[in-house]
């Protein structure tokens, strides 16, 4: 049984939130959680580097001077790799990193990765977002109640929450994620993970075995 305090936006206890972890993972598979932190840094790639072939740059393919009778080393075209202002010898090309683990693999790293938070004191449960407007200093005190002032965070909101996103956005080290698109690479990305009552039970519901 993992049993945590739950905190109001002043940082005070009001209560504590108890599940069983078997209601978010079983076990925690480094392996897995590392090939989705790997997919996820491979989708990410642009793949846009190039380099031109011998065949792409200017210059004539003509042989430079006779293969005999000169007394020089034996030259082709200028246009070689071995010549400056010749093409790359091996020469890159755009490509498209893009590759996907199956679903049910994707949604057993995020149960994994919340899961380890919890099981590392790494998570804070919030009450509920009380921002009834954009204010940078509600957020950051609330992170500076609960030790969090100035770390790695990841804010979950129930939603899209455009006043919570507003108030947190220009926090160094604090990423806003709406709890739907909560996955294993922003949970490892970030140290520490603040989430409500309402979307933990949210996640509980749809990740139970």
């Not at 005999?68 to 071995?82: Q, S």
């Not at 679903?103 to 921002?131: E, G, H, P, T």
Request: proline share 3%; with cysteine.
């Amino acid at each position: 049984m993992i049993s945590v305090s739950v905190r109001d936006m002043t940082g005070a206890e009001c209560g504590t939130y108890a599940f069983e972890p078997s209601e978010i993972s079983d076990v925690i598979c480094n392996q897995l959680l590392h090939d989705a932190v790997v997919m996820y840094n491979a989708n990410r790639r642009l793949g846009e580097v190039q380099t031109k072939s011998r065949g792409m740059v200017a210059g004539s393919t003509r042989k430079l001077f006779k293969q005999k009778g000169t007394g020089r080393a034996r030259a082709g075209a200028i246009r070689t790799p071995v010549r400056r202002g010749g093409g790359h010898a091996f020469a890159k090309k755009p490509r498209d990193y893009y590759y996907r683990l199956p679903k049910k693999a994707v949604r057993k790293a995020m149960r994994m990765a919340l899961l380890s938070k919890f099981q590392d004191s790494q998570a804070v449960m919030l009450q509920s977002w009380q921002c009834t407007e954009p204010k940078t200093k509600v957020v950051a005190r609330f992170l500076n109640a609960v030790g969090l002032a100035g770390k790695s965070v990841l804010l979950a909101t129930e939603g899209l929450n455009p006043n919570v996103w507003k108030s947190a956005r220009n926090i160094k080290g604090v990423q806003i994620l709406p709890g739907s698109d909560l996955n294993a690479y922003a949970l490892l990305r970030q140290r520490h993970l603040v989430i409500t009552v309402a979307e933990m039970d949210r996640l509980l519901g749809r990740t139970s075995n």
